[in-house]
């Protein structure tokens, strides 16, 4: 039980993370949908990089990404307004 904790406890610390470093410039959307490969999600990496991202724990993050955002995970839910059309 404890383990687990520690488990949610890291996950939320990661998902802060990337809320910091990375939703600066765009949305977390852009990126749960995405569903890309470890060696895709580094490349993707790359490109924020010379984009302005300064790469902070860039391990953790990559890991994160691929944990949660990777190309076996399912696609999120889509966005749906009230009136139940997709945005
Ligand atoms: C310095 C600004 C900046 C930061 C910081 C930044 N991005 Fe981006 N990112 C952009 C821009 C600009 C785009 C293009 C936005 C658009 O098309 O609307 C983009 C687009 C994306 C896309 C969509 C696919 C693509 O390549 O266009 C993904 C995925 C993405 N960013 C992931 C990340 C992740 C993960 C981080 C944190 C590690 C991050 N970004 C941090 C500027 C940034």
């Not at 520690?6 to 852009?30: D, P, T």
């Not at 990559?62 to 990777?70: E, K, R, S, T």
Request: glycine content about 8%; hydrophobic content about 40%.
């Amino acid at each position: 039980m404890r383990i687990l904790l520690i488990l949610f406890a890291a996950m939320a610390a990661n998902a802060q993370m990337i809320e910091r470093s990375c939703v600066g410039c765009h949305g977390v959307r852009i990126i749960q949908t995405q569903r890309l490969s470890k060696g895709t999600w580094e490349r993707e990496l790359d490109k924020m990089a010379r984009w302005g991202w300064p790469g902070k724990d860039r391990d953790a993050v990559l890991a994160y990404l691929v944990q949660n955002f990777g190309d076996d995970k399912p696609a999120p839910p889509p966005v749906v307004s009230q009136d139940g059309r997709k945005k």
